[in-house]
Each structure stands twice: as structure tokens, then as C-alpha cells.
């Protein structure tokens, strides 16, 4: 090898690394202060991760350099709100290796059952995409429908010790010891941030991030009201929980009511899109006549109109039973 080509890729690799040295220096780990706060605190330079965040082993170097580069960017602060409020304990960088792995496996055993067809693997890994964002959603519905479903205790909780003499940090306290989760371990947040010096308002504000719910936000409106005129604490948030009991009632008989259509928009939609599939791997020359130059001036806009009204049709019938209460 000549030695000048020699000299230049010596000297761009020594370059690669001084760049790669000064990123980490300047977006390097935080000081074991904001790393210990982080376990608690949102606010400031402090993490958004969980204390079981912090509880986990060391990842991989490309994990970490990852994190630090996504650090305060907007995709990473999504996808962290994101995995707070479905309580996951994976890192924004983890995240996205992880649907990158999904993409890559799912394309690869789709490429594989259609026998070795580019159009049905790269469509797989597609779908192999939205797998762990789909997976993301149903957690955070679930823990939401879990929290909507205890926050009636709480209340009930809280105005037992507001009337017996309590303050408001201490009624939030016996939430965080006497409910199951999820209620308790997100107010245990709050009281551990409240200890550490942030204001009640703030903290609470940061509860409502991780946890979107309305009738939360209700609750901690009155609150907030309440320590800037004053009133009785304990009957407002009586009057919320009765108010929250009935809804959490209704939506219930409303689920139940229409569970039934629920179920027969998602068989409905999801039967065409099997049907294709299954035809696609038992016949695929029967399915290829919608591709082929002789017929797909005809057969694509036929499978885009399918697609459009499959869609359009289940949409619909979302809307018509979901119910606002």
C-alpha cells in the first residue's frame, strides 16, 4: 500500500476519534449530584428518568454516546414522556434499537414465510417498525384505565386525612404507603420531589405529564386553586370524587355497551387484509395479476381504494362508539 494512503487513512481515523472524544467530553455523564436527584426531579438539568432508571446496570458504550448526542433534543423528550407514562424502564436510545431490532427480525421472518420476496419483507419490516410503538400505546392505555380506576380511593384517601388534620404533603404521603400501584408509586414521586425542594404546583404538573388523564387533571386544578384563595380542601375534593365514582361508573356500562361493535370493527377491518396474505402465500400468482404490467394500471388503484375505504370504514366506526363523557 502506498505509504501517503497510508498516512491519510491513519490520520482520518485519528481524527474520527478526537471527534468522537470531545462529543463525549462535552456530552458527558452528569455529575453524581444531578445522577442522584435524577432518580426523583424532572425539573432543570436534571433527567426525566425514574428512579428505577438509575437502579439499572451500565449499558453499552454506544448506548451511552447515543443518550448523551439525543440528550434535549425533541424526538428523545417524546420518547421518554412516552415510556414514563406506560412505565418502562428502557432509555430513548433503547427504545430505538430496540424497534430497529423489531424492524429488522420481523422484515427477515416475513422475507422468509413469502419465500424470498423483497415487496412482503420490506412491507414487514414496516410493520416490525410500529410493533414496539403499538406495544407503547396498549401500556400506556392500560396503566391510564388502571390509574382512572384507583384515583376515586385516593380522593376518598385524601379527604379522610385532610379531616382528621393532615396536611396536604402528608395526605399525598399516605397515598403513596396505603394504595397499590400504579397510584402509589406516581404520588410517592411527587412527595420525594416535594422533599427535595420543588414547589407542590411543579411537582404536580409533572405528575400530570407522566399521567394524562382528565379526571386528574381535575384534581390537581381544585388543588392548585385551593392554595391560592383558600377553602375547604377536603369538601372539594369530596365533591370530585363522587363526581369521578360516576364517571368511571358510566364509562364502564358505556364499555360494556359497546364492546361488542368494538370487536366487529377491528375482525371487520383486519378479515380483507388476511385474506390478502393468506392468498399471497397460498396463490401468489393470483395475487401477483393486481401487479403485473398488463393489469396494474387497474389492480393497484383497485388494492389502494380497498385500503383507503378498510380504513376510512374502521375509523368511522371507532368514532361512533367512543363515547365522550
Known sequence: MDPQTILLVGGG?????LVVGLAMTLLGERSVVEERLGRYSESGVVSTQ???DADQPRTSFI???????GEGTDTFENISKNLARADLKFRPAEYIALVVISSIVIGMIGFIISGYSIFFGIVSM?????VPQIYVKMAQSRRLKKFDNQL????????NGLRAGFSTMQAMEAVSRELPS???????????EMQLGLPMEEALDHLLRRINSDDLDLVITAINVQR??????????DVISYTIRERVRIKGEISALTAQGRATAWVISALPIMLVLLLFLLNREYIMQFFNPETRSCGIPILVVAGIMVISGFYASQKIVDIDI
Do not use: H, K
Request: hydrophobic share 50%.
Open 152 to 159: 376515586g380511593d385516593m380522593l376518598n384517601l385524601m379527604v
Open 182 to 192: 400504579p397510584i402509589s408509586d406516581e404520588f410517592r414521586r411527587v412527595v420525594q
Open 126 to 130: 414496516a410493520f416490525g417498525a410500529y
Open 228 to 237: 391560592e384563595v383558600g377553602g375547604n380542601l377536603a369538601e372539594i375534593l
Open 13 to 17: 481515523l485519528g481524527g474520527l476519534l
Open 50 to 52: 425514574s428512579r428505577a
Open 63 to 69: 448506548t451511552d454516546f447515543l443518550s448523551n448526542l
